[in-house]
């Protein structure tokens, strides 16, 4: 199993940005589809983004399509998760997952999909 620790969230005001950084350690990345998912208070955990295990594609929700950039640099174990023109909406623990697998990046949307989890890292939108 591969570990996961974000870090990067905190506090900011409706319309700024925050990016998201996922260090993974244990495994080689480059085998791995990774994603962030969110869960906001008293909602269920849902998808944001998922990037295959090479970055060659990427898929996003439709609340976050256009807002929201997930990269990723295997040399590094990293991941990455650009939010930009952040809404109050968008408060939430943020989570990275991790996943062996090369399939496109769309079908990897699921939580189910992922087998290894990190512990959150809480955003805050204010408005």
């Known amino acids: 199993q591969v570990q996961l620790v974000e870090s990067g969230g905190g506090l900011v005001q409706a319309g700024g940005s925050l990016r998201l950084s996922c260090a993974a350690s244990g495994r080689t990345l480059s085998t791995y589809a990774m994603a962030w998912f969110r869960r906001a208070p008293e909602k269920e955990r849902e998808f944001v983004a998922a990037?295959?295990?090479?970055?060659?594609?990427?898929y996003y929700s439709d609340s976050v399509k256009g807002r929201f950039t997930i990269s990723r640099d295997n040399r590094k174990s990293s991941v990455w998760l650009q939010m930009n023109s952040l809404k109050p909406e968008d408060t939430a623990v943020y989570y990275c997952?991790?996943?062996?697998?090369?399939?496109?990046?769309?079908?990897?949307?699921?939580?189910?999909?992922?087998?290894?989890w990190g512990q959150g890292t809480q955003v805050t939108i204010s408005s």
């Open positions: 990037i295959s295990w090479s970055g060659s594609s990427t």
């Open positions: 997952a991790a996943q062996q697998g090369y399939g496109s990046a769309n079908i990897y949307s699921r939580l189910a999909d992922f087998g290894s």
